[in-house]
Structure formats: C-alpha cells, structure tokens
C-alpha cells in the first residue's frame, strides 16, 4: 500500500514535468497546427547554455533559470524563422521535417560546445525530501508540480484576459477575419513560439536542475515526452495538457513498479496507440484554450 | 574502389529502400514515423532464417519481405483511417513498441557449438550467410543495387499506370478520389503492404551486410530520417527519396570535408532547401517540367 502511494507521488514528479513540456508544446500545435519537433532540442540548447554558464562563471540557480529560459527562446525563435514562418499557409510536412533537421543542427551545437555524455547541473534544492508516515517526498517535485499548475494558469489568464490572448484565440478561430482587424497573423505566431519555448525553458531548467544532471538526450527525450503527454490529453487544450502529463507520469512510475523500466515504455506507447486507434473523442477535439 | 567508399554505396543502397517506403505512403497522403519497425522486422526475420535455420538468403528475404507486409498490413487496418499527425503518432507509437519488443526478445539456438539468435539488447550477431559464402563487398554492393533498381523499375512503371494516377489523387484530395469511386481503404491497405515489404527487404540486406544488428538500430531516428530523406529529394518521382540520401550519407559522409560539423550545415541546408520548394527537390512540376522537354 504505501509502495502504492509512494509510486503515486513519484508518478506526480515525472508526471508534471512532462505537463509543462506538454503546455508548451500544444500552445504552439495549437495556434499554428504545426508540430515543432525541435521544441526539446531548443530546450536543450537552453539547458546547455545553462551548464556552459554555471562551468565557467559558477552562476546561481535563478541565473542559471534565466540563462536557459532566454536560450530556449533564442533557439525556439530561430527554429520559427526558419521552419514555421515559411510555411505559415503552406505544407505541415515541410514545417515539421525542417523542424526535425533543426533539431539535428541544435543538438550538435549544443554537444560541440560541451561534448562530455554527462554534466552536473546544480540541484534546486539540497535538503533532504520530506518525510511523512513513510513516504518520502521530494521538494522538486512541489515545486515541479507547482510550476505546471502556474504555467497552466498563467496561460489561461493570458489566452482569456490580454488583449494578445484575445488576438491568439481570434488568430486560431478566423486567421482572415483577425488579419483583416488588424491583427498581425505573423507577429502572433511568434510571440505564441516564444511564450511556448519560455515555458520549455523553465521546463527544461527545472528537470535539469531536479535530476541534477543534462545529457545530450535531453533534446529527444523532451519531444518525445511532451509529444506523448499532448496527445493523451488532446491535441491544443491547455488543461488536457496537463492532465495528460500527470497521466503519462503516473501510468509509468506504477508500470515501472510492476513491470520495469522497458514495460513503462512499452505500455505508455501502447495507451498511445490504442487510443488513438479507438478514436476517443477528446483525442479528435482541437481546441485551443 | 576502396572498402570506404564501397560501405558508403552501400549504406547509401540499403537506406534508399527505407526511404522509398516513406516515399511511397507519403504520395498516398500518409506520413509514416514508424518505417524503422518493418526495417527492423526484415532484419530479425531475415537473420533468424540464416544464421538459426540455415535458409538461403533469397528464400529468407522473401519471407521477411512477406513478414514485413503483413506486419504494416495488420498495422493499416485500425490506423490508415487516423488523419495526419494522428497517424504519425500511431505509426511512432507502434515503431517504438517494436523497438522496445526487440529489446525483450531473447531467441537463442546452439549452431556448431555457438549460440546464435537475438539477445535483447545485446543484439544478435553472426548473421554471417553473406560472408561465409565469400560474397565480396563489392559484389554484394551489386546486389543491393539490383534490387534497389528492381525496385526503382517497379516505382516508374506505377507512376505511368492508372493506379499511380489513382494513388497520387487519393494522396492529393481523398474526397474527390472517395467520390470517384476509389475504394481508398483497400488502395492505402495495399500500399501499406507494399512499403512495410519494401521496408523489410532493406531491413534483411542491412542484416547480412552488418551481420550485427541490435534494437537500437530501429529506433525513431531512423524513421525520421527516412521521412525527411524522401522530401528533401522530392515527391514528384521515385528518384526522389535515392537523391535525398545520396544527398545525406553520399555528399556529406563521403566527402568527410565537415567532419564534426555535418549536420550543423546539413541540417541549416534541409531547412533553407524546405522554404524553397516545400516538396523537395525533384517536386511534381520540377518532373512535369523535365518530362515536357524531353518527351
């Protein structure tokens, strides 16, 4: 039972790491129904820029936060620049194959300026986790948990009470009708790249800075993640994000319990694909907010 | 030639049939992530043939190319009916299972005092039918390129036939072709076969040219690669996908000139290639346009 519990908590951990690379990934589905395979690459450039300024300069973590937050937008803008601005109204294919030949390109980057498979990232919290009835918990993971419920609500108020939110959601619903309001189609995809790479970002530093360590499959591993958890929860919802986030955690910290670590994988893609299969109504939804 | 530039046309051959089944799908308005799977099922069935039964390559490349087939055949009936991305994810979803089954998959036979056969992630080495018939390099490169250009061959006559006309125009506008009476479920069914065969048989000559593979071999990479592989080339003709990896693996790996830096530039280049003809090189109006001024 309080294995059970426990695994519930680790679950939350993962879980809601995958919800704020989830959040970031289907703010940009959403608004540009494109899929940016380089999102966790970009992420990674971050992360890594992070790490070069933390081994050359031993910055402190809310640095180290901004270093790889401004890093993710840096990388997450020039892959808009480069993959979606130009297909804007053309091919999805094209953005998306460009999207994943920028990612080869930022992985290698980030791997030339720091080539080691494996660097120290300084944790976020050095304590011991916190323990109750014999269950531990980690203050990464409230943290962590507290950062995607955050992220989510800041996202909402900035869809639903800006006058940007207001110019996304009219860029979502009638492109025409918004360009023709005077609305700049092409500036608000944009600035949803960045909002969304920002989150990633923050994403990215957190599990850095939680596992204590960046390797270079971060950038794969990101996109995967966050791919997976978007679609669980409904391509374009913001609260479906998150909610398949915190499944897909939960799903694999109980079947790695069970069943072990390739199980846990195994059994996540098979969710995926028997879902998709089944065409479950939430899955098929494209909302935006 | 050299061992170097033999391994490189080799290579070159061997991923040219993954990217013709991406190719092949995507004229059929499908985008395939998961193409790496049926490689990966012709590499296991082709190997366990050889090196655990003692088939003869053609017999067990046959088989798996049949292994194959079915495989994406079985796949197709509940995905082919998922739209774009949805599709994509599928065929991602199912790729990566059959990674992560390779993985658990342990079948081993003791041949002449040695185990042989899939070892998990150890992988499974001595798929040595090639070698221990004394097949040269260079003549196993010859080959690998005859049935490349079997399969090449096979691609132009489907593209001057009414089915290639029929394939294009359920790839192009599936609603128009629906109310032309195209029965798309069984076209994209059958095309389904048709790549996860050609998948396998790039899979089974992958095998026996390494004579070593291991689950990380199939992994979303690889799809991915293939995919891009047949875009950059272009979706206008079946040398399309050929010239995208020759592009790759050819141009850059054999030149060896940005060592350290391949896909820094290589990676730039696809994306700037993409903005300007978003259907790759070798795109329909580029083939119209040649076919014109040379018919």
Known sequence: MSDLAQNTLDGLFAGSSYALLALGFT????????????????????????????????????????????????????????????????????????????????????????????????????????????????????????????????????????????????????????????????????ATFALASAIGGLAGFLISASYEQVTPMLGMWSTLKGLLAMMLGGLGSLPGAVLGGLALGLLEAHSQWFLGPQARDLIAYALLFVLLAARVPWMTTRSAS | MDDYAIGVLTNIGLVSFLALSAYL?????????????????????????????????????????????????????????????????????????????????HFQRLIEGETVGPDGTQGFRGIRWVFERGVEPIEYLGIVYALLALALAAFLFLER?????????????????????????????????????????????????????????????????????ALIGGLGTALGPLLGVVLDIGALEGSRVFQGYRMIVFGGLVALLLVWRPRGLLDERTVQWVKQRFS
């Not at chain 1, 937008?73 to 091919?91: D, K, M, N, T």
């Not at chain 1, 030339?112 to 990464?140: K, N, T, W």
């Open chain 2, 161 to 229: 036939s009414r089915l290639g006309a029929t394939l294009r125009g359920v790839g192009e506008d599936p609603e128009l072709a629906a109310a032309l009476g195209v029965d798309i479920d069984r076209l994209k069914l059958g095309v389904a076969a048709a790549a996860g065969a050609l998948a396998a048989l790039g899979g089974v000559l992958f095998a026996h040219h390494n004579t070593y593979i291991e689950p990380r071999n199939f992994d979303i990479m690889l799809g991915v690669h293939s995919l891009a592989y």
């Open chain 2, 25 to 105: 799908l995507l004229i059929a308005g499908e985008m395939s992530f998961g193409q790496q799977a049926f490689f990966g099922v012709g590499a296991y069935a082709g190997g366990i043939l050889t090196a655990m039964y003692g088939w003869p390559l053609p017999l067990a490349a046959a088989a798996a190319m049949a292994l194959g087939a079915l495989a994406q055949f079985l796949l197709g009936l509940p995905t082919l009916r998922l739209k774009g991305l949805y599709f994509a994810m599928a065929t991602l979803a199912a790729a990566e299972m059959m990674r992560i089954l390779f993985e658990l998959f």
């Open chain 1, 27 to 190: 703010l940009i589905f959403g608004v540009l129904r494109r899929v940016n395979l380089s999102f966790g690459p970009a992420i990674m450039l971050g992360c890594y820029a992070a790490t070069w300024t933390q081994l050359n300069f031993g910055a402190g973590l809310l640095l180290l936060a901004a270093v790889a937050i401004l890093g993710s937008v840096l990388a997450g803008a020039y892959v808009e620049r480069l993959c979606f601005a130009p297909h804007r109204r053309g091919s999805a294919i094209a953005a998306m194959v460009a999207s994943f030949a920028l990612w080869m390109q930022l992985e290698e980057l980030a791997t030339l300026a720091l080539p080691r498979h494996i660097y120290d990232f300084p944790p976020l919290y050095a304590g011991a986790p916190l323990e109750f009835g014999g269950l531990s918990l980690r203050v990464e993971s409230l943290v962590m948990l507290a950062a995607a419920g955050a992220a989510c609500a800041l996202l909402w108020w900035i869809l639903r009470r800006t006058r940007f939110g207001i110019a996304v959601r009219a860029v979502i619903d009638q492109p025409e009708a918004a360009q023709l309001a005077g609305i700049s189609v092409p500036r608000t995809f944009f």
